[in-house]
């Protein structure tokens, strides 16, 4: 059973990433998936979350407007869709995926991580 994050690099403020999240061992169809993220010196956030089935979605007031979570669950695959990035966006983005939460960004009610992959935001 793994989560794999992919897709970080480095961008220019106002520019767009795309990240994935494909997970492997098991199917993501009953799985909500959210990604949080850290950056140095500061505690890992919520950042997007995406239902099993993709009926709903919910966003951190930080990237509303601006990042799109989707999934695609015959590649089994959930996607961030990161557009107008700032350096404050630069961290490491994590996917974790659940099938029982009451809360939409509580790390601990998430059973899978994927291994984190690192977005740098340059000014």
């Known amino acids: 059973v793994q989560l794999q994050a992919s897709g970080g690099g480095l961008v220019q403020a106002g520019g767009s990433r795309r990240l994935s999240c494909a997970a492997s061992?098991?199917?993501?169809?009953?799985?909500?998936i959210a990604w949080f993220r850290q950056a140095p010196g500061k505690e890992r956030e919520g950042v997007s979350y995406i239902s099993g089935k993709g009926g709903t979605t919910h966003y951190a007031d930080f990237v509303k407007g601006r990042f799109t979570i989707s999934r695609d669950n015959a590649k089994n695959t959930v996607y961030l869709q990161m557009n107008r990035l700032t350096p404050e966006d630069t961290a490491v983005y994590y996917c974790a995926a659940t099938q029982f939460h009451n809360y939409y960004f509580a790390p601990g009610e998430y059973d899978y991580w994927g291994q984190g992959t690192q977005v740098t935001v340059s000014s």
């Open positions: 061992g098991f199917t993501l169809d009953y799985y909500a």
